[in-house]
């Protein structure tokens, strides 16, 4: 019922930035949460950042201070504005937003995007 997309991810030097974004589209009525991941080779998936429907915020402890978790105007966009990126945050990041209906709920999860930093 709900599709998300991420864009925004690529390759760059330690200490630059990134700006990755999560669009959501499809029949819903509003979101609990919208949540970053992210997963690097053979480690599991970590909760980086999340956006409650309150506009609350809540970061891994790793990316406090470097990381902001933001919504758009629009309302179906969150952003994930990175700074001062280390190579330990090279993985690839994946939006998960929970959403609910009129009826029910439900969490979908994007496809993902490779963010890579070069030390």
């Known amino acids: 019922q709900v599709q998300v997309v991420e864009s925004g991810g690529g390759s760059v030097q330690a200490g630059g930035s990134l700006r990755l974004s999560c669009t959501a589209s499809g029949t819903y009525h509003s979101f609990q949460h919208i949540k970053w991941y992210r997963q690097a080779p053979g480690k599991q998936r970590e909760l980086v950042a999340t956006?409650?429907?309150?506009?609350?915020?809540n970061y891994a402890e790793s990316v406090k201070g470097r990381f902001t978790i933001s919504r758009g105007n629009a309302g179906n966009t969150v952003s994930l504005q990175m700074n001062s990126l280390k190579a330990e945050d090279t993985a690839v990041y994946y939006c998960?937003?929970?959403?609910?209906?009129?009826?029910?709920?439900?969490?979908?999860w994007g496809q993902g995007t490779q963010v890579t930093v070069s030390s």
């Open positions: 998960n937003v929970g959403w609910l209906t009129g009826i029910t709920g439900g969490s979908s």
């Open positions: 956006i409650n429907s309150d506009d609350t915020t």
